[in-house]
């Protein structure tokens, strides 16, 4: 009989994990990220093809210009790239709009969790390549009187990096200034590039898969997919280990 031991190969390494990094959009808020790129579409005369499916697959997790640029491209604009520029700033006018109009909400179950992680006394940091999440992330405040923001030791989100997700940059930045080895990170992502992200960097990926789309997430290396992290089993956490709560 053959053991699963003699099988793996000698490098293989255990994963323990002890610290967290979150995207933003998706995860923790539901941002009208997706309601921006679509409406700032009229004037392009092609909003009919802007589907979840290709905001999910072409542009979600994506720095401004290169989603403005992929999501041009799906819908086949001609000169995409040329015209990327303009439909980047009318989404960002239109997303600042939403936001002050109160449209930023969390996610309860994200809550929750980043509560649970918090109280496990782990470094936490969020990572959103989002140059607003900061500002949607002080609207939201905790019972505590905190705002979400500030119960993370690391902030990166909006910095500038050479490249956006699927580098790992972001991640490694973030984990970095949490100072903890990117191997002992599990990241929680919305996003397939975000997931192939957190795999480069040699991460764990959690993916969140709020709106049915969780074959993607899977498909792009996410070692544990839910639709809450409500189904996240924290005493296995408390252990290193990201894990489904048993049904
Ligand atoms: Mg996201």
């Known amino acids: 009989m053959v053991t699963r031991e003699l099988l793996a190969p000698r490098s293989i390494q255990v994963r323990t994990l002890r610290a967290a990094i979150f995207d933003v959009d998706g995860v923790l808020l539901a941002s009208p990220h997706e309601r ?18 290709m905001y999910q697959a072409d542009v979600a997790g994506k720095p401004r210009l290169s989603g403005a640029r992929a999501a041009l491209e799906a819908l086949g604009v001609p000169d995409a790239a040329g015209r990327a520029v303009a439909y980047a700033a009318r989404k960002q006018k239109r997303l600042e709009e939403l936001i002050a109009e109160g449209a930023v909400k969390a996610f309860p179950d ?5 509560q649970a992680v918090a109280d496990l006394g782990w470094p936490m940091a969020v990572a959103s390549s989002s140059k607003n999440a900061n500002e949607m992330m002080r609207s939201i405040r905790l019972g505590s009187g905190q705002s979400l923001l500030d119960i993370f030791g690391a902030n990166v989100c909006g910095r500038d990096l050479p490249r956006g997700k699927p580098d790992p940059a972001i991640f490694l930045l973030a984990a970095s200034e949490l100072h903890v080895d990117p191997f002992q990170c599990f990241v929680a992502e919305d996003a397939p590039a975000g997931i192939k992200a957190a795999c480069a960097g040699r991460m764990e990926g959690l993916g969140v898969a709020r709106k049915n789309d969780a074959a993607g997430l899977r498909t792009a290396g996410a070692e544990v997919v839910v639709t809450s992290f409500d189904d996240i089993a924290v005493e296995e956490l408390a252990e290193g280990r990201l894990r489904r709560r048993p049904a």
């Open 36 to 53: 921006a790129w679509r409406e700032a579409l009229r004037g392009f005369g092609e909003s009919e093809g802007f589907t979840t499916a």
């Open 110 to 114: 994200a809550l929750r969790f980043v």
